[in-house]
Each structure stands twice: as structure tokens, then as C-alpha cells.
């Protein structure tokens, strides 16, 4: 028997491929989903993509993968386009996929209800990978209007099997919805080129509230003998309050000479970010397993947080878990007075040992192969 056909129903992957740099975007989410994937063709696994829908002249590389075209958002009238066109042209989509064995989805969406439904109705099973905490938190779910979330747990209960990031997405899964979720952490391939001068502090993430930027600035201004640097832009067509809060953020910044604003950068020039810096630093109060942590890392280079993963920081000597700014500046100040030290060469191979992309993939080949077993 060969090996399993994956298709990955990764909506919002567009954003990673496409020439235009305008409307590029660099989720933690769509950029694990596509290591994982081209993992898996390196490993001889037949592998598809369902996306919204896109024009082929706009990807920017030949992909070892067929990208499957659903709907676009911005078709089709208030109310009536979730029945045409998304709903008809992701059932189209998925019917353009029907010889897969296995669907991955990492996104909290009502997509999730019809895409086991298909599944269910055409003898193919279902991998849902948890991509926030909130995903398995019923008061809390990133899903928008009562229909979606009612659609989006009735197909979490009925998927085949689950991935999770840390224990306490574990725990949430089985207490909210008794279901048991396999961990696996996410993983990166080698840094792409060599360790360079370490010079800044950098912040990296998409702009939005739950990640405050803002507070990076204000480290920033409160240590005006450091370099620092952020990187994070908005979905062109993001709501408003992204645009409002990225427009504070850069007049923010311009008063703050000791930093940096780069904006969106797509994946390959942020690494050269982290090829530079000498801490990294999370000020967001929500996560999954941010992939920045892991960009970090990988070159070494220590993570200063609140959110703290499977309590692997403070443990594993990888940086340093704070409550507050204060706490996250005073941190920040031993650092710099070299109080507060880190051994790069020990994150580095910590890095090795557990958060390769290999690492990774090698759990994803045991999820497959269970779940064809137990439910052939």
C-alpha cells in the first residue's frame, strides 16, 4: 500500500504564495502548514492544497503541490454568498479532491462542518491541528457569528483525529469537547543563511490588538541604548481597527529613534531579522506556539514573553516569562547590563533536538498511519 494522499484545506495560503507583496501575509498557521507539506513530498507523499480562489499568474514559484481553488470572499451577496458561491464552490473543490485519504484543516471555521461531511460521506478522514488556544475554548472561539461556530463544533466532534500544541490545548480539547489531541510541536527547516552580527531587539507579528505592538514601542523608549526593530504589517484588506492601529503604531514609532519600523516583510527577510538580533521579544497576551519563537531559536537567540508554551522557557533556559512590561523591562535592563544571561550554542541545540521541521513531520507520518488503522 503507498503512502497516504494529503490535501490541506488552507484557505488563507494565497497569502504566502502570491508575486504581490502588497496582499503577501506571514501566518504562523499557513507558513506550518506549508513546511509540513513540502516535508511530506520530500517524503514521497502525494500532497494538495484547497485555497480561495486565485489567479494562477499570481504565485510566485513553481509549487511541488496542485493548488485547488474554492470561492473568493469578496463574491456573491450579504447572506445569500454563503450558500453560492462558497458553499458550491468549496463542495466543487472538495469534489476535485475526492482521492484523498486524509484532509488537514489548522483553521477554527465553519468550513470544517461541510469539509467532514464530505469526508464522512466519500469514506475519507479528517485532521484537525489546533492553531490558538482559543480554538477549543467554546466562550472564546475566533469564529464570528453564532451560524459558524455552531457548524465549526459540530465538525470538531466529528473529526478523525487532533493535533495540539502544548498541554493546555490538550486538556481544553478533552474537557470542552472529549476529545483527545496528540501533541506535536511546530518545527522549521535549517536557518536558511549564517548567524550574523547580533545587534537589535526584534518584535515580529502581524499587527493587532491581541499582539500589542504598542508595548514594544514603549520598551523601546524606555531603553533608548538599544537597537530596536519591528516587523508586522496588516492584511491589505484588513478590518479597520487593524489599519487604525498600525497608523498609531508608525507615528508612534517616528518618536522613538532607537527603533526601527519595517513593516510587512515577507518570510525569507524576516529571517535575515532574526539572523541579527540578540532577543526576541513576544508582547502578546494570546497564542498557540508562535513560529517566531521557533525563528528565534533557531539561530539561538533568546525569547523574552508573557506567553510561555508548555512552561518550556524559564525551564530550558530558551529566555525569560514576564507578567507585565515592567516586568518584561526590567528583564530587558538585566539583559543589557549582562545580569541576565543566555547561552546561544545551548538554545540553538535545544532548537535541534526538539523543534525541527523533520522532528515534526516524523509525529504527523504516526497521526496518518493511526488513523487509517484504527478506522480501515
Request: proline share 7%; hydrophobic share 40%; net charge positive.
Given at each position: 500500500m503507498g503512502k497516504p494522499k494529503i490535501c490541506f484545506v488552507s484557505m488563507n495560503m494565497y497569502h504566502l504564495l502570491t508575486r504581490q507583496q502588497g496582499a503577501r501575509g506571514m501566518g504562523g498557521g499557513e507558513l506550518q502548514v506549508l513546511l509540513i507539506a513540502r516535508e511530506l513530498v520530500a517524503r514521497g507523499y502525494p500532497v494538495s492544497f484547497i485555497t480561495l480562489a486565485y489567479d494562477p499568474g499570481e504565485i510566485q514559484e513553481d509549487l511541488p503541490f496542485p493548488l485547488i481553488p474554492s470561492y473568493s470572499k469578496q463574491d456573491g451577496w450579504p447572506v445569500l454568498r454563503f450558500f453560492y458561491p462558497r458553499m458550491y464552490r468549496l463542495w466543487k473543490a472538495l469534489q476535485q479532491s475526492v482521492d484523498a485519504d486524509i484532509y488537514y484543516m489548522n483553521m477554527a471555521s465553519y468550513i470544517l462542518a461541510p469539509l467532514v461531511y464530505f469526508a464522512r460521506k466519500h469514506g475519507k478522514k479528517v485532521l484537525f491541528a489546533g492553531a490558538i488556544d482559543t480554538d477549543f475554548e467554546p466562550e472564546h472561539l475566533p469564529v464570528p457569528t453564532w451560524k459558524d461556530r455552531r457548524m465549526y463544533c459540530w465538525g470538531l466532534r466529528r473529526c478523525d483525529a487532533y493535533v495540539v500544541q502544548h498541554r493546555q490545548q490538550q486538556q481544553a480539547l478533552m474537557q470542552n469537547f472529549r476529545r483527545e489531541g496528540r501533541i506535536i510541536y511546530y518545527g522549521l527547516p535549517p536557518a536558511p543563511d549564517p548567524q550574523e552580527e547580533r545587534t537589535h531587539i526584534l518584535w515580529v507579528a502581524s499587527i493587532k490588538r491581541k499582539k500589542h505592538p504598542e508595548l514594544f514601542v514603549e520598551l523601546a523608549r524606555r531603553h533608548p541604548?538599544?537597537?530596536?526593530?519591528?516587523?508586522?504589517?496588516?492584511?491589505?484588506?484588513?478590518?479597520?481597527?487593524?489599519?487604525?492601529?498600525?497608523?498609531?503604531?508608525?507615528?508612534?514609532?517616528?518618536?522613538?529613534?532607537?527603533?526601527?519600523?519595517?513593516?510587512?516583510?515577507?518570510?525569507?527577510e524576516a529571517a535575515r531579522e532574526f539572523a541579527r538580533a540578540k532577543l526576541?521579544?513576544?508582547?502578546?497576551?494570546?497564542?498557540?506556539?508562535?513560529?517566531?519563537?521557533?525563528?528565534?531559536?533557531?539561530?539561538?537567540?533568546?525569547?523574552?514573553?508573557?506567553?510561555?508554551p508548555d512552561d518550556l522557557i524559564n525551564p530550558n533556559r530558551l529566555g525569560k516569562v514576564v507578567k507585565n512590561l515592567d516586568e518584561m523591562s526590567a528583564a530587558l535592563r538585566d539583559f543589557s547590563d549582562g545580569k541576565l544571561q543566555f547561552s546561544n550554542a545551548h538554545i540553538e541545540q535545544f532548537f535541534q533536538a526538539h523543534f525541527t521541521i523533520q522532528a515534526a513531520v516524523d509525529q504527523y507520518e504516526k497521526v496518518f498511519r493511526s488513523v487509517l488503522e484504527i478506522n480501515s
Amino acid at each position: 500500500m503507498g503512502k497516504p494522499k494529503i490535501c490541506f484545506v488552507s484557505m488563507n495560503m494565497y497569502h504566502l504564495l502570491t508575486r504581490q507583496q502588497g496582499a503577501r501575509g506571514m501566518g504562523g498557521g499557513e507558513l506550518q502548514v506549508l513546511l509540513i507539506a513540502r516535508e511530506l513530498v520530500a517524503r514521497g507523499y502525494p500532497v494538495s492544497f484547497i485555497t480561495l480562489a486565485y489567479d494562477p499568474g499570481e504565485i510566485q514559484e513553481d509549487l511541488p503541490f496542485p493548488l485547488i481553488p474554492s470561492y473568493s470572499k469578496q463574491d456573491g451577496w450579504p447572506v445569500l454568498r454563503f450558500f453560492y458561491p462558497r458553499m458550491y464552490r468549496l463542495w466543487k473543490a472538495l469534489q476535485q479532491s475526492v482521492d484523498a485519504d486524509i484532509y488537514y484543516m489548522n483553521m477554527a471555521s465553519y468550513i470544517l462542518a461541510p469539509l467532514v461531511y464530505f469526508a464522512r460521506k466519500h469514506g475519507k478522514k479528517v485532521l484537525f491541528a489546533g492553531a490558538i488556544d482559543t480554538d477549543f475554548e467554546p466562550e472564546h472561539l475566533p469564529v464570528p457569528t453564532w451560524k459558524d461556530r455552531r457548524m465549526y463544533c459540530w465538525g470538531l466532534r466529528r473529526c478523525d483525529a487532533y493535533v495540539v500544541q502544548h498541554r493546555q490545548q490538550q486538556q481544553a480539547l478533552m474537557q470542552n469537547f472529549r476529545r483527545e489531541g496528540r501533541i506535536i510541536y511546530y518545527g522549521l527547516p535549517p536557518a536558511p543563511d549564517p548567524q550574523e552580527e547580533r545587534t537589535h531587539i526584534l518584535w515580529v507579528a502581524s499587527i493587532k490588538r491581541k499582539k500589542h505592538p504598542e508595548l514594544f514601542v514603549e520598551l523601546a523608549r524606555r531603553h533608548p541604548a538599544e537597537k530596536f526593530v519591528l516587523v508586522g504589517g496588516v492584511p491589505p484588506k484588513g478590518d479597520d481597527d487593524q489599519h487604525r492601529l498600525f497608523e498609531e503604531v508608525q507615528a508612534a514609532a517616528r518618536q522613538v529613534p532607537n527603533l526601527t519600523l519595517k513593516g510587512f516583510l515577507p518570510f525569507e527577510e524576516a529571517a535575515r531579522e532574526f539572523a541579527r538580533a540578540k532577543l526576541f521579544i513576544n508582547t502578546s497576551d494570546l497564542e498557540g506556539f508562535p513560529t517566531t519563537y521557533l525563528q528565534a531559536w533557531q539561530r539561538g537567540v533568546p525569547v523574552i514573553s508573557f506567553v510561555n508554551p508548555d512552561d518550556l522557557i524559564n525551564p530550558n533556559r530558551l529566555g525569560k516569562v514576564v507578567k507585565n512590561l515592567d516586568e518584561m523591562s526590567a528583564a530587558l535592563r538585566d539583559f543589557s547590563d549582562g545580569k541576565l544571561q543566555f547561552s546561544n550554542a545551548h538554545i540553538e541545540q535545544f532548537f535541534q533536538a526538539h523543534f525541527t521541521i523533520q522532528a515534526a513531520v516524523d509525529q504527523y507520518e504516526k497521526v496518518f498511519r493511526s488513523v487509517l488503522e484504527i478506522n480501515s
